[in-house]
């Protein structure tokens, strides 16, 4: 079992979304921070940048990279 779990907040302000490590102990680590894209009705875009971040949560936890053999 992994020893952390994902927390996704949105900040308004910057128009960013921030992913923190959450650890057992409570420790809180920033783990990536992205820009929200401008979109323009371009739903592509969004879609791409969805997926993007989706796979790079999943990928960060050990058991899945181990999983899919990466």
């Known amino acids: ?8 907040e949105v900040d308004e302000e910057s128009h960013s979304i921030k992913i923190y490590r959450i650890y057992n102990g409570g420790e809180k680590e920033l ?3 992205a820009n929200l894209p401008e979109i323009d009705k371009d739903y592509d875009k969004l879609r ?9 949560i999943l990928c960060d936890f050990a058991s899945v990279r181990k999983f899919y053999g990466l």
């Open 48 to 56: 791409e940048f969805s997926q993007s971040l989706g796979e790079s």
């Open 1 to 8: 079992m992994e020893n952390f779990k994902h927390l996704i």
């Open 31 to 33: 783990y990536t921070e």
